[in-house]
């Protein structure tokens, strides 16, 4: 597991509650950038969110990228070349998502293409919920990833249950118990097969018959052998 990709999951998904404390907190984030940085480097920086601004890119993630690294003592080189790989990200999450995306669900979509997650996906997430905030589909496929359940079954889960109607809490819920089957020592794809069909079989009974997208149903990845039923999955206390 990455625990960095789960800290960016998680502030991509809280970002959201900032409101016009936001604004004031993004000039004193630029104030400390302007402190911690050399000239040279806090130039260059400035120029890319310049650029990020000018495209309708929100700056507050650049800035934070760029503070995280000094924390870490990087390199101005480095630092900079951090915040413009991040403010290509979240160019293409913007493309994907849509120019009318919070800040919130464009940094979650630069995270998951941080870590592999195609563009294209990021599409269709988007069109399976067009008016609704995908900050947290995209956090979980994220989070899933981290804990090394391949891009492809975790792609796979988050669009199958979307398609089936899948609330956000019922995405966390479902996350938080494949990190406990993991954790409990259930292989990651394993623990993913056996939630996915728990879950989709409870859509199912929510909506009956004709309600579940049965193609996406037959979609999602089959069961590892030997795998037991949901239900005999260890829960959680």
Known sequence: ??????????AAIVVAAAGEAGAQGASSAD???????????YQAVSLVFDSARARGIPVRPLVNRALQATLHRTPGPRVHEAVVKL???????KG??????????????????????????????????????????????????????????????VVALLRNGVTPAQLLSLSDDVSHDVNAGIEPGAAVDIRTRGALGTLQQGLGD?????????????SAPGAGAATKVPRKP
């Open 96 to 157: 994907a998502l849509g120019p009318g995306s919070s800040e919130a669900e464009l940094s979650a979509g630069a995270n998951a293409l941080a870590i592999g997650v195609p563009r294209a996906t990021l599409v269709e997430i988007r069109a399976l919920s067009p008016r609704q905030p995908v900050t947290v589909p995209l956090g979980v496929l994220t989070e899933l990833v981290a804990r090394e359940v391949t891009i492809n079954r975790a792609s796979q889960m």
């Open 210 to 222: 004709n309600g579940l997208d049965t193609d996406a149903r037959l979609k999602a990845p089959a």
């Open 87 to 93: 403010a290509g990200r979240l160019d293409v999450a």
């Open 1 to 10: 597991m990455r625990p960095g990709l789960l800290l960016a999951t998680a």
């Open 31 to 41: 104030a400390r950038l302007r402190q911690a940085l050399d000239a040279p480097t």
